[in-house]
């Protein structure tokens, strides 16, 4: 199993940029295999790779993820085999749709049917990657524009068609999707002993394509804390969950509820979403039991999460992607440390096939 890190706008603010650096430089030198780079409505997931492109050697390093109505799909393309010619091809481009509160609420665009959006995106994006002309007529894109004056152009950068493409997708269709089309799949709301709930789709969308689920490189949000005060543990993860069981998303639509909801705890995603949006977020954290917590996040002693990441493990899963803890950057990197010595430790064998290129 390996350990990818999680920086960007989710993760971090923008201040102290050099000390960012640092903690992704030991990254490189401690083996890690990606940096992804997330976005929301802070740092954007290009700028920083760039720069860290510049600065590390080994490390792959992706966006997790782009949004895909923030750019055209052929600036995405561009983006990513100008960032695969920067790097040389450690370049990781993730994808996906957000939701409504982003997309409408910060870009200004629609949030309709975004499967068949994210589907004809990755098509047009893998078009301009192995070097071709932006021709396509789909439900969502069209190019050239019809009626205009516009030619059909193709990059001029050298062609990447084996360049890495993941998604990070929840719902049951794009998880299929996922399995259909891309290289891997970033995931959260993952809890191992419920892994079927995720994975079975992907595996279905894989067989669908002539492969299976090993052939995807499958990386998932794992925050390793640990300590023997496990009470305090629990408390942390209960006001983690409960903010993604009722603010990430609006009331209506919230992916990370929804999974969580699927793998058995519809009741406890149902109560704490209702509490959250009611306005009493201390009820929705004390409705969080310790049960979902030790669940889905990997904390406590540090044999129990030598457990839980040997279960990630043995669910298939290749990749931890784990997110800079600590106060100082001495203890970020110590934190980062401790993690990569805890997996060597506990999960022998990998899941999925890593990056093709």
């Known amino acids: ?34 940096v992804w780079s997330a976005e929301a409505w802070g740092l954007d997931a290009v700028s920083s790779i760039g720069y860290l492109a510049a600065v590390t050697e080994r490390i792959r390093l992706g ?41 409408e609420g910060l870009h200004g665009a629609p949030f309709d049917h975004p499967l068949g959006r994210l589907r004809e995106y990755v098509e047009i994006v893998r078009m301009g990657l192995r070097g071709e ?36 997708s929840l719902g049951p269709r794009s998880l299929e999707m996922t399995g259909e089309l891309v290289d891997g799949w970033l995931g959260t709301s993952f809890v191992p002993e419920h892994a079927d709930v995720l994975l079975d789709p992907i595996r279905r969308g894989a067989e669908r394509s002539g492969r299976e689920l090993s052939d ?21 993860g209960r006001a983690m969950m409960a903010f993604t069981l009722g603010a990430m998303g609006s009331a209506r639509t919230n992916f990370y509820n929804d999974a969580y909801s699927r793998a ?9 979403q209702r509490l959250w949006v009611s306005g009493d977020k201390a009820a ?11 669940s889905a996040y990997p904390v406590g002693t540090e044999q129990m999460v030598r457990e839980r990441i040997a279960a990630y493990d043995a669910a298939g899963i290749g990749c931890l992607r784990i997110a800079p803890m600590g106060s100082t950057p001495a203890e970020r990197i110590e934190h980062l440390e ?6 060597a430790g506990a999960a022998p064998s990998s899941g999925g096939t890593g990056p093709t290129s």
């Open 1 to 34: 199993m390996r350990v990818s890190v999680s920086v960007g706008s989710a993760y971090y603010g923008g201040e102290h940029w050099s000390d960012l650096v640092d903690y992704v430089r030991a990254a490189d030198r401690l083996g890690v295999d990606t």
């Open 63 to 103: 966006t997790g993820i782009m949004q895909i109505s923030a750019r055209t799909p052929a600036a995405t393309a561009l983006t990513a085999l100008s960032l695969a010619q920067l790097s040389d091809d450690r370049f990781s481009l993730g994808l996906g749709v957000s939701g409504p509160q982003v997309v």
């Open 133 to 168: 002309r932006f021709v396509y007529d789909g439900d969502h894109y069209v190019l050239p524009r019809p009626g205009g004056e516009g030619k059909a152009l193709k990059s001029s950068v050298t062609p990447r068609p084996d360049l890495p493409i993941y998604l990070a």
């Open 216 to 236: 995807l490189d499958l990386q998932v949000n794992a925050n390793v804390v640990v300590s023997d005060d496990v009470d305090a543990l629990v408390e942390g």
């Open 264 to 272: 058995g705890f519809t009741d406890v995603c149902a109560e704490v």
């Open 284 to 294: 929705a954290t004390a409705a969080v039991p310790a049960g979902l917590v030790l």
């Open 338 to 343: 401790m993690v990569m010595d805890l997996v």
